[in-house]
């Protein structure tokens, strides 16, 4: 159940930027991809719980919730940058950080770590799987992305306020997503050595 709402979460994401893409400013359109855009993130919290919950936790579990969160995340990116409405380095920076601390990750699990179990350093640890900076990761990327949109929703009240704070959550969710990259890099020496 878990893995079908890690699967699910990402049909839901692409009807969210279907809407945005194709729709030409369509107020309703963007408004339905607004619900959808909140759905597709609340849903990344539900397959943990369900997954916890029914004791359906699993290496493949994990890789999935990965590949789920890059696959939301840079898609929007993208779709913000294609838009005009934010710049091409923040698609060009997730990415960038998702191919080099994946590409690590993979070589832990080649030596049966987790993703976030391959860190050693107790600050490296923290920075990257700690429960505090996931959540914190997410919510940036959550009130960026959910901002981002309702603020281009026609006649949506206080849109310039709305965008400001939707764009400052954009600038601090890329310069988090390259702070919690840093040490997967910095532990990537000792997992390949080893």
Known sequence: MANFISI????????????IYATNGNAAAYTWALILTILAFALDG???Y??????????????LDIMGDRIVENTYWILFAVMGWISILFPLIAITRGF?????????????????????????????????MRISYAVAK??????????????IPYAEIIWTI????????????VVRALPVVIEAKRVIEE
Do not use: H
Request: net charge positive.
């Open 8 to 19: 699910f979460r990402i049909f839901v994401m692409f009807a969210a930027v279907y809407l």
């Open 46 to 48: 539900v397959d943990g």
């Open 50 to 63: 369900v997954a916890r919950k029914f004791n359906e936790v699993s290496k493949f579990g994990a890789l």
């Open 100 to 132: 080099v601390t994946d590409t690590i990750r993979s070589a832990a699990m080649e030596k049966g770590l987790t993703p976030f179990g391959m860190q050693v350093n107790p600050i490296c640890k923290w920075i990257t799987g700690s429960k505090f």
């Open 142 to 155: 959550v009130v960026a992305f959910v901002l981002i949109v309702a603020a281009k929703i026609n006649g």
């Open 166 to 177: 939707g764009y400052g959550a954009a600038i601090f969710a890329i310069v988090f997503c």
